[in-house]
């Protein structure tokens, strides 16, 4: 069939008007695809999560929030009282807490190098300051009690964006 084909001189007429149904095919199924997953999948996915985010999670926000209030709230009341007490036993006075907290986290979280150096120049702290053992225990408590702050309040964002 070929052989008689391409005697009538037609093959060249059937390869071409192939290949542009096949290009036509293809354009059609991907136009086909495009407009299906949009009418199919985006609409919907960006009407539902347009929906969450509008209310779910500006009340999730507002509920985690007042639990970080509670939480900052208890942790200054309850909490800050010993860790002050920890940072002036280990010898930092008023005016170096906030360096001495900073240089205190970083050393029990053991960054780069170069945070300590960027904390020393902010705060103007001397090269050879050290901290001392009670202070970052003292850093370590403050850093897990904030951490299991926001865990805490993580369920009361969640089930508020439920809905």
Do not use: Q
């Amino acid at each position: 069939m070929a052989a008689g084909l391409a005697a009538a001189g037609c093959a060249d007429d059937l390869a071409a008007s192939f290949a542009a149904g096949l290009a036509a095919f293809t354009a059609g199924l991907a136009a086909g695809l495009a407009a299906g997953f949009a009418a199919g999948f985006a609409a919907p996915f960006a009407a539902g999560l347009a929906a969450v985010l509008g209310a779910g999670l500006a009340t999730g926000l507002a509920a985690a929030l007042a639990g970080f209030a509670v939480a900052f709230a208890v942790f200054t009341a309850v909490a800050w009282p010993p860790l002050a007490a920890l940072l002036r036993v280990a010898g930092l006075t008023a005016g170096t807490s906030e360096a001495a907290l900073a240089l205190t986290l970083g050393a029990a979280f053991r960054p780069p190098v170069s945070f300590f150096a960027s904390v020393a120049a902010v705060f103007n702290v001397p090269p050879d300051f050290r901290v001392a053992p009670t202070t970052a225990v003292a850093a370590v408590f403050f850093a897990v009690f904030v951490t299991v702050s926001f865990i805490l309040a993580i369920p009361s964002l969640f089930t508020s964006m439920r809905g």
